[in-house]
T-cell receptor
């Protein structure tokens, strides 16, 4: 299993540009998450999904959109990029049923710079 | 929403000594508390977690304690080694009706430095 994969690894955007960060997992996990991590800080939840077709906002959703059309993929869309969105973005997934383990497995991250 | 405070922000200990990192949370509905280790430029990796129906959990040199009444939990690392040097994050979440965690709220992290 490749686990959780993210593309691209690095990206530089100009202010106002848009892009999609890709996230995929091959572990048949039902829950998927997007976090951002600013320098020297903890991770903050952007959006999460409990299954295909279901998404919900986290702590910092403004400026982002998500979709979950398949179990495997959970792309994050940035519209009109702003310097405040410069961050490292981590995707994570977990397989959760009642009473099961709750561990979230993280992807390697995408380092995004908006200038 | 949930708020997680973590202390200290930096902790320097001699190799072989113990390290303790403390976190408090605000939402009494939180019932899942993982600890992650993150090395520079790498992804966070789970080192131990605890649910609110358990007061303490141990895995070799690592232990976590939870006080639900006081809403705080702590990470204890004994016999520290150079490879323990990293940033450690505590987090809190509640388990939803589907049995999964509805997203983690993280503390700001503790930079643990092991002095040789």
């Amino acid at each position: 299993n490749a686990g959780v994969t993210q593309t691209p690894k690095f990206r530089i955007l100009k202010i106002g540009q848009s892009m999609t960060l890709q996230c995929a997992q091959d572990m048949n996990h039902n829950y998927m998450y997007w976090y951002r991590q600013d320098p020297g800080m903890g991770l903050k939840l952007i959006y999460y999904s409990v299954g295909a077709g279901i998404t919900d906002k986290g702590e910092v959703p403004n400026g982002y959109n998500v979709s979950r059309s398949t179990t495997e993929d959970f792309p994050l869309r940035l519209e009109l990029a702003a310097p405040s969105q410069t961050s490292v973005y981590f995707c994570a997934s977990s397989y959760s049923t009642s009473g099961s383990a709750l561990e979230q497995y993280f992807g390697p991250g995408t380092r995004l710079t908006v200038t | 929403g949930e708020n997680v405070e973590q202390h200290p922000s930096t902790l320097s200990v001699q190799e072989g000594d113990s390290a303790v990192i403390k976190c408090t949370y605000s939402d009494s509905a939180s019932n899942y508390f993982p600890w992650y280790k993150q090395e520079l430029g790498k992804r966070p990796q789970l080192i131990i977690d605890i649910r609110s129906n358990v007061g303490e959990k141990k895995d070799q040199r690592i232990a976590v304690t939870l006080n639900k009444t006081a809403k705080h939990f702590s990470l204890h690392i004994t016999e520290t080694q150079p490879e323990d040097s990293a940033v450690y994050f505590c987090a809190a979440s509640s388990v939803d009706s589907g049995g999964g965690a509805d997203g983690l709220t993280f503390g700001k992290g503790t930079h643990l430095i092991i002095q040789p």
